[in-house]
């Protein structure tokens, strides 16, 4: 008691400055998705913050980009959670709809935060906005890219310098690039895209981008698959195994398309630029990374997760979790980040510093997805959004499997989404 | 002839249930441009044991995985044997409903009660601690109708001469009771210790830290998913963390397989 008494005037007896400084601990859940000693670097982040601010901020692993959600939706309800999360940047508006977010506006943007909202890439920004409002700060992201194999590419008489930028030229390519032994079986195949569940959404992001068209609007409160173009672009993606010969039939799993392309098996991969440094380690051959190419030219699907507020922390915890989000997106840290993991530097500042134009600079292939991103669209977000990729996964494997027609697909996914998406539609 | 085909049966069982786990022991022990290459000549290495160890502090996390399923095993013993012992052999107003309601427990998936878990664990204040993890599962309804099945079965008359030399009620439960039910006890520990082993969703919610989390949460590490996956250090790392029970099935293999046939869990 004596202990406890003393203990309270020695804070009653403390500087007004610091006890103006309420805050001192934050939590924080990150999922990981990609190699590497991830926990070690952000750790080390958070150290660095405390040292400049004084605030202790516990960044806490919590699995994959699901489990990360689960673990912290779980623990705002259960009345403990975390001030703020990594989480996918297409989950905004599922987020949103259970109403644990506190957006950046009400946290309180100055000028000064204005502007730096103003410094991120629009594409990144692009499954922020809703309501008018700010709601997620980019964070981990990527974008879709192509990697291919320049030795194949040489072997086939294509130029490995130079990668389709076509649908046209791609799928010419990709037959070319497609090779069978004498038996007639494939041991190599041309290109390889996932439509597995969990990424067949994105794929198809990129493809409908690729048409000229968007999934949703911007509120996600609906979804445009019953359209000409998307259907199109199903067809391209159907194409390239029924009519062109050069992807095998069937659903192509992610998890595969990494390891196929590393050993050959496959001489294009669409993947994610968090890939590279994997690919860079591991191959054995001259790669080259390129920007997807479109119906008439590059367009892509931008990927990845962003840095959400939670309403439970009060409002000096959200204050100073928006002086973390800041922090991170220094551009030094941010070059770091980039340099580390393979992710895309979230801000044009920060491909300014030295460090990463040293790195840039000796490793080209980490420029390419940069140049992309003004043909990048945000992902296919909407309210619901599990349930909605879902119904395209499933429609789009129908497609690739065969039993049913590009067309049908895109309806059968279109009445699901609207089924789906009823109850939020406003009158 | 049956007894051909019932042989012929059984390996293709055995080879096929096996498959998984000789691919991750010839996937581990190889570099990783050999995971889907069979080359009888590729290189061995323990490399990717040294990477996976190195990931991430995996001595700590055995250390909780054993404190945990230790924990759960001692506590649901001491908690069930008396539970089912009241419900075999002692009579008592509502005693089948008290019953009905514990069995409820077995129809509801714990997944579903991970809020209400988690809201209990926060009042208690015992988030992120080990002792946390395991809570929710010490009052096993399980193992209480499976003891107490056991329990019945044994013979009124060895209880009525226990009675008669003058042995007390927890006498008669643990000199006549515990020691006839001991293979129900070796095949249930069994199931109890490798479904915490193995538990995921649970631990890695309620844990936040290093000195807290089990195996399982911290094998998620490697699973990588923007890059593919890294089939050698998954394998590696799996072997490694589920070594301990393999080992220890191995060693016991007999007395597990007489107590599954004893108790009946198949």
């Known amino acids: 008691m004596i202990k406890r008494r003393s203990l309270l005037a020695a804070g009653l007896a403390l500087p007004a400055v610091a006890r103006a400084q309420t805050v001192q601990k934050l939590s924080f859940y990150y999922p990981i998705a990609v190699g590497g000693p991830i926990p070690a670097i952000i750790e080390g982040y958070c150290k660095e913050f405390q040292a400049a601010t004084g605030i202790e901020v516990t960044p806490v692993y919590a699995g994959n980009y699901g489990e990360t959600l689960t673990k912290a939706v779980t623990a705002i309800k259960g009345g403990q959670g975390p001030q703020m999360a990594v989480l996918l940047a297409a989950e905004m508006h599922s987020l949103q709809d259970m109403d644990i977010l506190v957006s950046l506006d009400e946290i309180g943007l100055d000028a000064a935060g204005k502007a730096w909202m103003e410094g991120f890439y629009p594409a990144f920004l692009a499954n922020s906005h809703a309501e008018g409002k700010l709601w997620s700060v980019p964070f981990q992201r990527s974008t879709a890219v192509m990697y291919y194999n320049k030795a194949a590419f040489a072997e086939a008489g294509l130029d490995p310098e130079v990668f389709p930028k076509t649908w046209a030229q791609l799928q010419a390519a990709a037959a070319k690039l497609t090779k069978r032994d004498a038996s007639g079986r494939v041991t190599r195949w041309g290109v390889k895209m996932a439509g597995d569940t969990g990424n067949a959404q994105w794929t198809f992001g990129a493809l409908a981008n690729q048409a000229g068209h968007v999934l949703m609007n911007q509120a996600g409160t609906e979804a445009y698959f019953n359209s000409p173009k998307a259907v199109e672009a199903l067809s391209y993606w159907q194409g390239l195994a029924t009519v062109h010969k050069a992807s095998p039939d069937g659903v192509s799993n992610w998890p595969q398309l990494s390891p196929d392309f590393l050993e050959g098996n496959a001489a294009i991969i669409q993947h994610t630029t968090g890939n590279l440094t994997n690919v860079r380690t591991n191959a054995k051959f001259p790669f080259g990374v390129a920007g997807l190419p479109g119906r008439d030219g590059p367009r892509t699907v931008v990927g990845g997760g962003n840095l959400y507020f939670f309403k439970n922390a009060t409002p000096a915890e959200r204050m100073a979790s928006l002086k973390f989000a800041r922090f991170m997106s220094e551009p030094a840290r941010a070059a770091d980040w980039s340099i580390k993991t393979g992710y895309i530097a979230t801000r044009p500042e920060a491909y300014e510093t030295k460090a990463l134009r040293d790195y840039v600079a000796g490793f080209p292939p980490a420029d390419v997805a940069r140049g992309f991103l003004p043909v990048a669209v945000g992902e296919l977000s909407t309210f619901e959004n599990q349930k909605i990729y879902a119904a395209l996964t499933n429609n789009v494997q129908a497609c690739l499997n065969g039993t049913k027609t590009a067309a049908a697909a895109m309806a059968d996914t279109q009445a699901e989404a609207d089924r789906i998406l009823k109850p939020y539609k406003k009158a | ?266």
Not at chain 2, 69 to 91: G, H, K
Not at chain 2, 149 to 164: C, G, I, K, T, W
Not at chain 2, 242 to 266: E, H, N, T, Y
């Open chain 2, 1 to 266: 002839m049956t007894r051909t085909l019932e042989i012929i049966g059984a390996w293709m069982l055995a080879i096929l249930w096996v498959l998984p786990l000789l691919y991750a022991v010839w996937t581990a022990f190889h570099p990783s441009e050999y995971a889907t290459n069979f080359s009888l000549f590729a290189p061995l290495t323990l490399q990717n044991f040294a990477n996976a160890w190195d990931a991430a502090p995996f001595a700590r996390y055995f250390l909780n995985t054993t404190m945990l399923v230790s924990l759960i095993l001692v506590a649901q013993f001491l908690l069930c044997t008396p539970a089912a012992f009241a419900f075999a052999r002692m009579n008592f107003p509502g005693r089948d409903i008290v019953f009905g309601i514990v069995l409820l427990q077995l129809m509801i998936m714990p997944d579903v009660l991970l809020v209400g878990n988690y809201r209990t664990m926060a009042r208690l204040g015992l988030v992120d601690s080990i002792l946390a993890i395991a809570l929710p599962y010490l009052g096993s309804a399980f193992g209480i109708f499976l003891l107490r099945q056991v329990f019945r079965s044994v013979p009124q008359e060895l209880d009525d001469a226990a009675r008669l030399e003058g042995s007390s009620l927890l006498g008669r439960m643990w000199r006549v009771y515990v020691p006839l039910a001991r293979p129900t006890y070796i095949a249930y520990g069994l199931v109890s210790v490798s479904y915490h082993w193995n538990n995921f969703l649970w631990p890695l919610v309620i844990t936040n830290s290093v000195s807290t989390r089990p195996l399982t949460v911290g094998l998620a590490v490697f699973a990588s998913t923007d890059q593919g996956i890294d089939w050698s250090i998954i394998t590696a790392s799996t072997l490694m963390t589920s070594a301990p029970l393999l080992v220890a099935f191995l060693l016991f293999q007999r007395q597990f397989v007489q107590s599954f046939m004893r108790a009946g869990i198949k």
